[in-house]
Nanobody, 122 residues
C-alpha cells in the first residue's frame, strides 16, 4: 500500500521558521522525484519545491525562492521542506507528491499525501 504522510505543520508567527516532513512507504523512494505543493482556499494547488531522485537537483517556486530548502534522506524515505521568514501568504495546506520526473504541474504527480496545514499569523 503506497503511502505519503506529511507532518510538521501548525501555527507559526510571521517571520518564523518551519520544517515539514513527508515519509513515503510502499514505493521505492530512491527512484522517486519528490515535490511539495500548497493550496490555499479558493486557489489552485501550486508547486512550491521539487527534488530529483538523487537529490542533486532542486527547483523552487518564485514564492519561496531564497526562503525555502527542500532536501531528502533516502535512508529514511523522507523528504523535507524547510521554510524561513514565513509570511501570511504562506498559509496553506502543504502536500508532498511523488512522480517519475521533476514536474511543476500537479497533474503529473501520481502519489499524494493527505496534506498538513500551515497557518502563519502575527
Amino acid at each position: 500500500q503506497e503511502s505519503l504522510v506529511e507532518s510538521g505543520g501548525g501555527s507559526v508567527q510571521i517571520g518564523g521558521n518551519l520544517r515539514l516532513s513527508c515519509t513515503v512507504s510502499g514505493l521505492i523512494f530512491e527512484h522517486l522525484y519528490m515535490a511539495w505543493f500548497r493550496q490555499s482556499p479558493g486557489k489552485e494547488r501550486e508547486f512550491v519545491a521539487g527534488i530529483t531522485a538523487s537529490g542533486e537537483q532542486v527547483r523552487y517556486s518564485d514564492s519561496i525562492e531564497g526562503r525555502g530548502t527542500i532536501s531528502r534522506d533516502n535512508a529514511k524515505n523522507t523528504v523535507y521542506l524547510e521554510m524561513s521568514r514565513l509570511k501570511s501568504e504562506d498559509t496553506a495546506v502543504y502536500y508532498c507528491a511523488a512522480s517519475t520526473a521533476l514536474y511543476v504541474m500537479a497533474m503529473h504527480y501520481h502519489y499524494w499525501g493527505q496534506g498538513t496545514q500551515v497557518i502563519v499569523s502575527s
